[in-house]
Structure formats: C-alpha cells, structure tokens
C-alpha cells in the first residue's frame, strides 16, 4: 500500500501552502508524489458539504449536528478515492493531503460536550476507515495557530468582507473549539503538532516546512 500524509489545522493556517511545500520537496529528492485537497470544491461530489458551509442548512455549524455533517465530507473523500486515487495508493504511491478525515475530528467533534469526544473518534474510525474503507493516514501533521490569528487571517483573504466567509470561518468561537478539539485529538491520535506562531506572528514558511520535512522524512524511511 502507499502513504497518505495529512496537513490539517485552522482555517488560514497556511495547509495548502505546506502541503505544496513538503511535496516539491519530497520530489526534488525522487519520490512520487500526488496532492490531494479535501473538501473537492470543484466536484459535484463536495454539493452538500458546499450547502452546509453557506448556510443553506441553518446558519450556525451546530444546526448541523456532526454526525450528519461529518457524512457529507465523508462522501466526497469516498468518492475521490473510489474514481481518483485509490489504485494508485494499492500500488504504493505517496500522497500529500490538505485536510482529510482528520478535519471531522476537527471541526465536527467540537459541536459535542467533552465527554463525548472519545466515543466520536471511534465512530469517525469505524465509519470512514472500517465501512467506508478510505485508508487511514500514516502521519498528521496539525498546524496550530490561535483563533485570533486565524481571524485576522480570514479577514485578510476576504478584503474585510465577513459576508464572503463561510459559516465555519465567520464563527470565533466554533473556531476556538475547533483548535481546542484539534489539540485532544493530537494527543489522542498521536498527530504531530506544529507551533506555527511566535507571540502572535506567523513564523517564517520555510521555517515551518523544514520542520515538517524533517519529522516526515523520518517516517518515510
């Protein structure tokens, strides 16, 4: 089987960007590398989750409980496996992931008390890896940054426009408990966590891609 490693963290945490980073990398030294991005905007596949994110289901994450809400993510990283990518991971390829099942855990899990998180996380494992039979990842790497500073991030990318952003990225507080669930989860799953902010900056990207390359580079050995 290949390899699937996973960027994942708060909206405007610079996944994508590391993502590429890490990938250009690992080709300049040889390997084969494909990227995937979760949700697949582009595709019919990723409608529902398209709906739910501008509000056509209720205007605030939680009126969309997270079991419904995970399904329709799970959907579209069903589908692209099935039609995209997964003979080539049964052949043994490596692919480089912005975001996966691991944002379920995310930003789905943190609509639940505390006390059902666990049991979450062995519904999500079962559902998407067991019954869907989408490979689990073989290394997450969580990209934390305050919610603050992912605020100010959004804010940026959208000109000061809050209309524009989605239901997830105009609310602060579903944002908190999102990192919030996010570091639990790295704990729990044995993700590895990234600082990316020294009082309250952004660290350089190069910075934190060396960073990443060096913890990926030993499990890829």
Known sequence: MGKLIVIEGLDGSGKAT???LLATRLRGEGMEISR????????????????YLKGEFGDKPEDVNCYAASMLYAADRYISFKKHWGEEYA???????DRYTTSNAV???????????????????????????????????????????SESLMVNRYDGDREKMDIHERDMEFQRKSREAALYCGGKEGWMIIGC???????????IAGEIYEKARRNLT
Not at 112 to 122: A, N, P, Q, R, T
Not at 197 to 207: A, G, H, M, P, V
Request: aromatic share 14%.
């Open 197 to 207: 902010c020294e009082n309250s900056q952004i660290r350089n990207k190069e910075e």
């Open 18 to 20: 590391q993502a590429e």
């Open 91 to 97: 052949r043994g390829k490596v692919f480089i992931a």
């Open 107 to 149: 930003h789905q899990m943190s609509k639940l008390k505390k006390e059902e998180w666990d049991d979450y996380l062995v519904w999500l494992r079962d559902f998407e890896y067991t019954k869907l039979a989408i490979p689990p990842p073989d290394m997450v790497f969580y990209l934390d940054i305050p919610p603050d500073v």
């Open 36 to 51: 995937l991005r979760f949700p697949r905007y582009e595709e019919d596949s990723s409608l529902f989750v398209r709906m």
